[in-house]
Structures are given as structure tokens and as C-alpha cells.
């Protein structure tokens, strides 16, 4: 959510400003070429988008990596179920690099974590649902309950 307002705010054109020294207490403005910005990983795809690719009957892997007590209020039918800090030691679960994964957690953040990584690790075509699990369902998944 935090990176959603700080992607907004550069969008809106605000300026990054840097704190004078304490005497001063003014905030002084950066120059333009004096911000170093990293550019951010297209990584995140919205619920319209991960409902097209499921309308249009694309290969999509659905990873689910919320906790177990987050699983008792359902999950995306078909989703792979790898809690967040199971991954690394279950990639052998994952589709070929190739696969397109969609990974969905509560909210879309620490998916958004996740998909990074997956994407440093060779899943080029990994991506973060940002609406999370009521992304899926809205996308029209059709939803699963625990046993």
C-alpha cells in the first residue's frame, strides 16, 4: 500500500525534498538531478487483467502463500497452497521459468515480495495479484474450503 501512495505521489509530479540542517528546520528542495530513483519492477497485475488472462483461458499458475489460518476462509481453487516462507524450499512445486504465475496473498503486499523474488530466481513471468485473495474471487475463481 505504501509504494501504491509513493508510485501515486511521483505520478502527481511532488518533489523529493531533503531536511535542512537542524538550525534551519525549512525543507530544502532536491534538484531533479540530484534524486536518484531506482526504477520499479513492473511485477503487479490488478483484478481486471488477471481476469482477462483467465477469460481468455491462459496457462496460469495460482500460487497461494498466505498462512494456514488465513486458508480457513477459502482459497482460489486450483492455487498452489506454499505459505510465504515455504517457497524457497518448494520451487520444485513451480511450472517450468517459463510459466506465467499469478502469487496472491491476504492483500497484495507480501505477495508483491514474494514475486520479486520469484523473478530474481528465473520466473520472469511471475506477478503480483494486488487485490489479493478478493482479487481472485472477484476475477472469478471459484473458491475452495479447507476440509
Known amino acids: ?27 530544502v528542495p532536491l534538484e531533479e538531478s540530484e534524486v536518484e530513483e531506482e526504477p520499479e519492477p513492473d511485477i503487479e497485475v490488478d483484478t481486471p487483467q488477471f481476469k482477462a488472462w483467465l477469460e481468455d483461458d491462459q496457462e496460469v499458475t495460482v500460487v497461494d502463500i498466505r498462512e494456514s489460518h488465513e486458508l480457513k476462509l477459502g482459497y482460489a481453487e486450483g492455487a498452489l497452497l506454499i505459505r510465504m516462507n515455504d517457497i524457497p524450499n518448494r520451487l520444485d512445486e513451480l511450472p517450468e521459468k517459463g510459466a506465467r504465475l499469478v502469487v496472491y496473498c491476504a492483500a497484495g503486499m ?22 489479493g485473495f478478493p482479487g481472485a474471487v472477484e476475477a472469478g475463481m471459484d473458491v475452495k474450503h479447507p476440509t
Open 110 to 131: 507480501r505477495s508483491f515480495g514474494v514475486t520479486h523474488w520469484l523473478r530474481e530466481q528465473g520466473w520472469s513471468d511471475a506477478w503480483s495479484l494486488t487485490s
Open 1 to 27: 500500500m505504501i509504494r501504491r501512495i509513493l508510485r501515486r505521489l511521483r505520478k502527481q509530479g511532488s518533489r523529493e525534498v531533503a531536511v535542512a540542517p537542524v538550525n534551519e528546520r525549512r525543507p
